[in-house]
């Protein structure tokens, strides 16, 4: 790599990556002088042979293929509703085959614990009589739903989709950043994300041995079929949206077509006897499982908020029943929450006996004394971030704050200490991207999604999310990130 800061190549020019300089951090394409990711050899090989221009038009048609083909989100402002593209970055993340088996690994087993630990909380809290998290931050939790206590859910899995963040320190170790355990999003952009690449780029990607994401619909499909209850034929499986406002209603269309199932509004639900039923032209028809892409508070007007004009009334009632089988299940919000997280490593230990193979970020819990002065004291070194927000909201990255930005911090963090973490933050590694000034390195996240019904499956990869302004570490598509095509190489292949 140069030394030099990036610029734009002159049009023609070859070596696209001569004059690429990544700088202090770890580098997804060239590893860093410690740890060269040498897997990716070839692949840089067949960039360099590229021009910027032509690399540059590929990106315009990848983004208005995007466009076109209506892969987009809603973003919610002061001025409206926007429909937007999640802007793609035609070059891609490349994962070495024994660093995604590592990491598949340690997802399995964070997935396997948190599920025990929702098993647990929801019948005996042998772990919090033993002390190893503190009772009133799970059973004060705003996300613990009492109406599961004693329930037994199907192979005891609560959380059937999950996406887990992760981040990869300056010294190239990847580390947990949060777990989304509710309603985790962005799977159907890693889906096409990779459609993208093969119209767009066929000859990058040419005989490189990457493995396929395109399975992802069937592996969901065979799991809500495993959680349904024990009908006749085949069970009947929805996809519950909350409907076309809804920020990634693009992904509730993609994922009912790759499951090949009905797409379906509370509206298009009733329950009669404790039975969920579908609304069809020909009368209604029974539905088994439900993947639900909306939270609890809106589920079930009768249980939970009775304002709620988007679920579906004496839906908890079949649940608890066993009529009909709901992913993720209810409650699990607790396990996803920001400061839970802090304790996931202990819980591996507690009930796997077995050390966290991805270690956390490391994280202070504001509603602890200790950890509360610890944060006052560093607010300008320290990331601070409300417990219950999800899309980079409510975020304070201390050393890129104003004044005034940290006074704001610390006048929320001493009126409400309990709603707050703080960590260091974390030199995330960079990627190189495709800029208006040339090919520039920008900070990227990974998102890999696991599905469980009797076993878990990873999706090979994840959401590669990328911060396009330069310099932010903020990647959420909501504060303007970006996604690449992530690439896991199979054993024999590019290295």
């Known amino acids: 790599m140069s030394v030099n800061g990036a610029t734009a190549p002159q049009a023609g020019a070859r070596n696209l990556l001569a004059s690429y300089d990544a700088g202090i951090f770890y580098d997804e394409l060239f590893g860093n002088a410690d740890k060269p990711a040498g897997h990716t050899r070839l692949i840089r090989e067949r960039l360099n042979q590229l021009d910027f221009e032509d690399l540059r038009r590929r990106a315009t048609d990848a983004e208005k293929e995007l466009y076109n083909l209506g892969i987009t989100f809603l973003i919610y402002a002061a001025q409206g509703a926007e429909d937007r593209i999640l802007p793609f970055d035609v070059i891609p993340r490349v994962i070495s085959a024994r660093e995604w088996a590592h990491l598949e690994a340690g997802i399995k087993q964070r997935v396997a614990t948190l599920n025990l630990f929702l098993h647990d909380i929801y019948h005996d809290q042998k772990i919090l009589k033993d002390g190893i998290i503190p009772a009133e931050l799970v ?18 899995t609560y959380i059937h989709i999950m996406g887990v963040d992760l981040v990869r320190d300056r010294e190239g170790t990847f580390r947990v950043l949060e777990d989304n355990g509710r309603v985790p999003s962005g799977v159907s952009y890693v889906v096409e994300n990779r459609h993208m690449m093969q119209r767009v780029f066929p000859d990058l990607m040419r005989d490189i041995g990457i493995r396929p994401v395109d399975n992802y619909g069937h592996k969901l499909l065979e799991a809500m079929s495993e959680i349904a209850p024990v009908a006749e034929g085949d069970p009947e ?26 797409l379906v509004e509370g509206r298009d639900l009733v329950v009669e006897n404790h039975r969920v039923y579908m609304k069809t032209t020909d009368g209604l028809a029974p539905v088994h499982s439900i993947y639900r892409r909306i939270g609890d508070d809106f589920l079930d007007p009768t249980a939970f908020n009775p304002d709620s004009l988007l679920g579906v009334p004496g839906i908890l009632e079949a649940y608890r029943r066993g009529n009909v089988a709901l992913a993720n299940a209810i409650g699990t919000g607790v396990a996803d929450d920001k400061a839970v997280y802090a304790y996931v490593p202990r819980m591996i230990k507690y009930y796997l006996d077995q050390d966290a193979l991805i270690p956390n970020v490391d994280t202070r819990i504001c509603r602890e004394h200790d950890a509360l002065t610890y944060t006052l004291d560093n607010l300008d070194k320290l990331v601070v971030k409300p417990v219950g927000e999800a899309g980079g909201y409510g975020i304070t990255i201390g050393p890129r704050a104003s004044k005034a930005e940290l006074d704001d911090c610390r006048a929320k963090l001493i009126a409400d200490p309990a709603n707050y973490i703080s960590q260091p933050v974390v030199d995330l590694s960079v990627c190189p991207t495709v800029t208006p000034d040339g090919i520039e390195p920008r900070h990227v996240d990974l998102r890999p999604f696991a599905v469980t019904g009797s076993k878990t499956w990873v999706l090979p990869g994840g959401l590669s999310r990328v911060a396009l302004q330069k310099g932010t570490l903020i990647v959420n598509s909501s504060q303007g990130g970006g996604s690449k095509d992530t690439w896991v190489l199979e054993n024999g292949g590019a290295a």
Request: glycine share 10%; charged share 15%.
């Open 139 to 156: 059973l004060g939790n705003a996300n613990f739903r009492p109406q599961m206590a004693g329930l037994d859910v199907p192979f005891d």
């Open 237 to 262: 499986v929805a996809l519950l949206s909350p409907g076309s406002y809804n920020s990634a209603y693009f992904e509730h269309i993609f994922l009912a077509r790759e499951m090949g199932v009905p």
